[in-house]
Structure formats: C-alpha cells, structure tokens
C-alpha cells in the first residue's frame, strides 16, 4: 500500500476508524492498566516519577475513547489557536478529576463514568453533524462542554488507578507524574491526528466524506455506551446474585 493511500480514499479512513473503536471496546484490557503495568502500580511504594510518565502517557496512547473524543473535537477546528484552546480546556477537566479521583478519593462507577465517555463521543460526532441545530434549533457552547466531558474522562483515567490501590507512599508525586505522561501521550496522539487530518482536507471530497466518518464515529460512541452499560448490569446482577 503507498503511503497516504487511506487520505486519498476517505471512506476508507472513515470505515478504519470506527474498525478500530469496535475492536477496541470489545477488549476492555486494552484501555484499562494490565499486566506488569498493573502489577506494578499494585506493588509500588515510593516516589516513581518517570515509571508513571511512561505509564500515563501509555494509557492515553492505548486509550481509544479518548482520542475518539478528541478526533471529534478538532474535526472541524481550521486554527491551531483553536486546537490549542480546545485541548487545553479538555485537558484542565480530566486533570482535575484524575488527581481528585485519586488523591481526594472521589470513587465513581467505572462503567457509568465510561458510558458517559462514550456519550462525549456521540455528543461531538452528532455536534459536527450539525445534529444540535437541525432538531433542536440551538447549540450548545462547545467549550463548556469540552471543558465538562474533560471532567468526566479524568474520572475515567481516576477508576483505573484506583482499581489498583496505588501506595499513599509518594502517591502525590506519581499521581501528577501519571498525569503529565497523560498530557505528553494526547500530545503525541493529536500530533499524528492534526497530520492526517490536514492531509486528509487536501483531497477534494473531504467535505462528503468527513460527514461519512463522523457518522462513524457517533455509532462507535455508541458501541462504547452499551458495552459499558451492559457490564455494568452484568456486574450489578452478579453481586445481586452473590448477596
């Protein structure tokens, strides 16, 4: 396959995409902290600095809904004035609900919080459908709600910590470490998003099928809704049954 041969059929980056998402949110491991990373998180005791920038950085990296959320948001951002302000709204949110999740003990259901992410998802694709103004006649203020589902993905990051009962010992620290690798791994991610993008808004039926891929992206947010409220009711049926 040459190179840019996705940008150059944009239904095919369209279908890529939500490809992507469905296999993701069918392995729930995949956005959550396993294996060693796991491990260790559970055994460490002490001030960690730049294992948990690797770690937080990898978990945005590997976190699809996320960047899901975030592909929505740029979309149709033309200005890097506007990128910058709009991630760094979404990135003020989810960085105070991660340390307040983690060093204040604000506990959440990890399922509705990630069901709530999904719906972020869905909320931006169906706003870059013009979806608010069609059947609603209004729109709401985009950058309040970047700013309020960034509080919500911070509680996400938040449940997958506190999953592992990190060490108090150095947990300040390591906590605003995870957190500055979060922020160096969206960098990183809408580094390669903004290339394909601009790339992407060259060819000259961008218009057509950017409508198509965001169609996409709003049914994946929905995948991601019910996988996470269906393990929810799951779980609540298991303990029903264990009670």
Known sequence: MKPLTLIRHPAALATALLAL???FCTAAEAHGIGGKDAEFVARNSGVQVFPFLYL???????????????????????????????????????????????????????YLVDAVIGLSVVYKAFDNLGGFQTVFGMQPNAKLA????????????ATKLQDLSPSKEGLVANMVS??????????????????????????????????????????????????????????????????
Not at 146 to 157: D, E, S, Y
Not at 179 to 195: D, H, K, R
Request: one cysteine or more.
């Open 146 to 157: 970047v700013l309020g589902f960034g509080l919500v993905h911070g509680f996400g990051l």
């Open 21 to 23: 998402a469905v296999a």
């Open 178 to 243: 995870f957190n500055v690798g979060v922020e160096a791994g969206q960098l990183i991610a809408l580094t390669f998003m903004l290339a394909l993008i601009l790339a992407w808004r060259k060819s000259a039926g961008f218009g057509r099928h950017a409508a198509f891929a965001n169609a996409l992206i709003l049914c994946a947010g929905f995948v991601l809704v019910e996988y996470q409220l269906a393990g929810y009711f799951f779980e609540s049926a298991a303990l029903e049954r264990i009670g």
């Open 56 to 110: 937080g950085a990898k978990h945005m990296v590997t976190g699809y809904d996320h960047l899901l959320f975030i592909l929505g948001v740029i979309f149709f951002l033309y200005r890097l004035s506007h990128v910058a302000l709009y991630v760094t709204l979404f990135s003020i949110g989810h960085s105070i609900t991660l340390l307040a999740g983690v060093l204040g003990g604000l506990h959440v259901n990890a």
